[in-house]
């Protein structure tokens, strides 16, 4: 079923780099920060900002949506080119195909997604493989504490607890909003982390680390929480509704 490629990176690597290689630059996007990230951050990052219809031209329809991308570049990724790459502390590393993802049992979910901005799109529909199947199928061992994700934008990533990545809720999405996930959106294949703010939601997946720690993520390095629960972190505390 799944091509297993031993310890040996290289392949993945080189995949990564090919498929890095192809994406579209589109210039002008860049990132909408929320207060507090915008405040550690400042410059660092160029945000897309109003004021000459940049950030209007890339919002998708009506969706309710805001597109985000840290890189400079929204990637653009065929679902034939599109690899899901599951090592670490696994005893079966895996490279997954688009293909492989979808011959995996799915699951749909209907929930509002909710930047930590303030932001929020109610009862969105989702499908995709809960990410507790892939581990299952990777043979997670007994060391293993946290999972490290890479996003295809080569600058995003992030990181969930072994415990947080084992919820039914938290799936390797494959559609979303009744179709197919957009490249805007992080297609072919982005993470959907449905109790957390939109941040741990990293989109254009490309691997899956099992470690035996969590490090934080890009936006943790820059403020954020590294438990990003929905109403009880990043300053709120009313209570969690899932
Ligand atoms: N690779 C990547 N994933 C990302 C981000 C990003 O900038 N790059 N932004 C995150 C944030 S803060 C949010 S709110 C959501 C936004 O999802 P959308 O761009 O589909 O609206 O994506 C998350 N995943
Ligand atoms: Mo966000």
Redesign the pocket.
Known sequence: MFRSVGQDHGAGIAIGRRVFLGMAGLGVLG?VFGSKVQRVVGDALSPLTSGGGGLASILPGADG???????STLPSISTSRYRLRVDGLVDHPMVLTFADLQSMPHTSLVRD?Q???GWRVPDVHWAGVRLSGILGAAGVQPAARALTFE?Y?G??FESLTLDQAGRPDVIVADRMLGGPVTS???GPV?LFVAPM???K????LSAIHVVDRVSPGF?EQNGYDVDAWVGSSNGRSDERTS
Do not use: A, M, P
Request: proline share 0%; glycine share 8%; hydrophobic share 30%.
């Open positions: 990132v949506f805001r597109i985000y991308s840290v890189s997604f930047c930590v901005t996003s934008d600058t995003d805007e959106h992080g982005r703010y939109g941040y939601s990293l989109k254009w936006w």
